[in-house]
């Protein structure tokens, strides 16, 4: 499968929407974190995800974005969107085991990077194709279980796996930086054996080339994000993690989303 720009694109803008709509559900949802990512989550459901294929939603919080490309793809029902996290929902605040297109409940942070490699492993052994894909945020890199697994990964030549850090330098209420320092990100994949790629996480062609190119090794794409990217009066704020959107600023939001289409 190969990526595309212009399908991404304008998958972006649609998921964007779904994500902003949840978010003005009763129960709120992690929308800084979901639309720092959409744009990485297009290109993979825009073209370039094959049936081989296999995703991993590490940084778990970030289901509304990861729900609204299963409903864009037809992978679940889009009306089930407007029930995001209410009771008796199957859309949980993070992925739950047997929702179509999730392969793994995800959620508690350092766990996904792991689970990725070993579907890779068994890729490897069995002869499967197809590549695994593990979006990370930055935040959870300070979990010691990735570094373990990006360690097994290279060790093991895991050419088939792509580890995608979602670098929007914001976590749950500080600058990454200020928690723990994760600078410099290129030279700490470099030194555990990754081919590392850093992008802009919101050009879609980019994006496109970085998942897409193989490698003689594990590929890790640092993706440059905003927190909140898309919605001005949340973007790059710590305030953007966890929102429930009342309905003047669910309009303003869709009116911020509208304008940008039109450009």
Known sequence: MSAHPERAAALARRLRRDVVEMAAGPQGAHLGGSLSCVDVLAVLYGGLLGDQDTFVLSKGHAAPALYAALAATGRIDRAELSRYAEPGSRLFGHPPRGLPGVEFPTGSLGHGLSLAAGVALAGQLTGAGGRTYALLGDGELQEGSVWEAALFAASR???????????NGLQLARPTEEAAGAESLEARFTAFGWQVRAVDGHDHAALGAALGDPADRPVAVLARTVKGHGVPF??????SHYVRLRPDLLKRALAALDAQERR
């Open 157 to 167: 030549r895991l050419t088939s796996l792509v580890a995608v850090v979602d670098r």
């Open 234 to 239: 949340l973007q790059g704020r710590v305030a």
